[in-house]
Structures are given as structure tokens and as C-alpha cells.
């Protein structure tokens, strides 16, 4: 497609069930990121995807959440247990350069009730 | 660790008014400098970036110079527009050791305009 696509774009969930957000990245970009943005906390970086090499997992806040990449295209981030504090904008980004200008998603808005 | 700073908002302008976003940023290697926006209902886009000291970026009337002696990145219009109502972000991106070049990021900038 022409940019970064989210789905769903909003998912209420309760405490304690699993979700899956969708991230379809810009044809051809390599380099694909998962940030969250929370009211009055900012952006946070949760992962990275690069190509076939093993993900940067660094920024993921606990072991309930986990992300893949299939085919080095789509990408599925997993929120296990949810709980409140989940609740957040998830935005997926892409890079097909070298100077790292990356393209956003139009997010998807989590609520976890 | 990378940080950034940006001045806290909310601003408030009228039209035609300067504006000036203040930005600076700790970082131990030679970082790119973004700004994002993001306009109401919209997801974030791109305004800006410079890549290495000196470089200014601009586009849609804003500019910002990255200042390598000052660490700072601010952004500047010299005649905001309505339409230019949105949260600005500013960003940096430095490349670690296993290549990954995630932005570090601002709280963000809340910029109204009144007509």
C-alpha cells in the first residue's frame, strides 16, 4: 500500500484477556518499529525488526507483551493478561533508509476496561 | 543514556505570530534530529530532520537548525496559520550497536492557534 496500515484502529478489551494489533509496513522497508504512547508519558520504543536479524527487544515493558514479523513484512504485536495500565496508543512505524526517517500508522487505540 | 527535551505546552498563538518550540538533547553519539506533528485525528508525520550539525530542515514554513555547541534543535515559523494547530514532537535517532535506529522521543508540544 502506499503507507503504513493499523488494524484495528481502536480494540476494547478487559483486564485479563489477550490481544493482537496488526502492523502492515511500506512495501519494501526493511526496518520496522512498535512505540506506545500513553497520556502524559509520551512515546516509548517497544521493539525493533530489521530484515532477517533477530529483533530488538529491549523496550518491550514485560514479558506479557511480544511481537513478530512474518515474511519480513507484517507484523502482529501481542499484549498477554492486559491490564489497565496497557491502555495506550500503539503506533507501528517503517524505514526503508539509512537515516532512519521512519512512517507512522495511524495507530491503534487500546482500552483496557 | 539519549534524551530530549522540549518546552512543556500548551501554546497558545494568534495567527501570524512567531513561534518558537524549544528542543534539546543529551546523546553520545552524533545523532539525526526530527521533528514529527501530529494534527488533531491525524497520526504523526515527519516535518523535519537534519542529519548533522549545522544542517538546517524546513518545510511548510518551519525551520529548525541542528546546534551541535547548544545540543538544541528548536523549531521556528515566523507566521503561524490555524491550520498549523497540532503537537509537535521532537525526536532523535542514533544508531546503537546492533543497528537499531528507534527514535528517542519529547513529551510533545501543544500548539493552538486562534484566528
Known amino acids: 500500500g502506499a503507507g503504513v496500515s493499523q488494524s484495528p484502529s481502536n480494540k476494547v478489551t478487559e483486564k485479563g484477556k489477550d490481544v493482537e494489533l496488526r502492523c502492515d509496513p511500506i512495501?519494501?522497508?526493511?526496518?520496522l518499529y512498535w512505540y506506545r504512547q500513553s497520556l502524559g508519558q509520551g512515546l516509548e520504543f517497544l521493539i525493533y525488526?530489521?530484515?532477517?536479524?533477530?529483533?530488538?527487544k529491549s523496550g518491550l515493558p514485560s514479558d506479557r507483551f511480544s511481537a513478530e514479523r512474518t515474511g519480513g513484512s507484517v507484523s502482529t504485536l501481542t499484549i498477554q493478561r492486559t491490564q489497565q495500565e496497557d491502555s495506550a496508543v500503539y503506533l507501528c512505524?517503517?524505514?526503508?533508509?539509512?537515516?532512519?526517517?521512519?512512517?507512522f500508522g495511524p495507530g491503534t487505540r487500546l482500552t483496557v476496561l | 543514556g539519549n534524551s530530549v527535551t522540549q518546552m512543556e505546552g500548551p501554546v497558545t498563538l494568534s495567527e501570524e505570530a512567531f513561534l518558537t518550540i524549544n528542543c534539546t538533547y543529551t546523546?553520545?553519539?552524533?545523532?539525526?534530529l526530527f521533528w514529527y506533528v501530529q494534527y488533531p485525528g491525524e497520526g504523526l508525520q515527519l516535518l523535519l530532520k537534519?542529519?548533522?550539525a549545522d544542517d538546517k530542515g524546513s518545510n511548510k514554513g518551519f525551520e529548525a537548525t541542528y546546534r551541535k555547541e547548544t545540543t538544541s534543535f528548536h523549531l521556528e515559523k515566523g507566521s503561524v496559520q490555524v491550520s498549523d494547530s497540532a503537537v509537535y514532537f521532537c525526536?532523535?535517532?542514533?544508531?546503537?550497536?546492533?543497528?537499531?535506529?528507534?527514535?528517542?522521543w519529547g513529551l510533545g508540544t501543544s500548539l493552538a492557534v486562534n484566528p
Open positions: 512505524a517503517s524505514s526503508g533508509s539509512s537515516y532512519n526517517e521512519q512512517f
Open positions: 512495501s519494501g522497508h526493511t526496518a
Open positions: 525488526f530489521q530484515g532477517n536479524s533477530a529483533p530488538d
Open positions: 546523546a553520545t553519539g552524533y545523532p539525526s
Open positions: 537534519a542529519t548533522k
Open positions: 525526536a532523535l535517532s542514533d544508531k546503537d550497536a546492533g543497528n537499531n535506529r528507534k527514535l528517542i
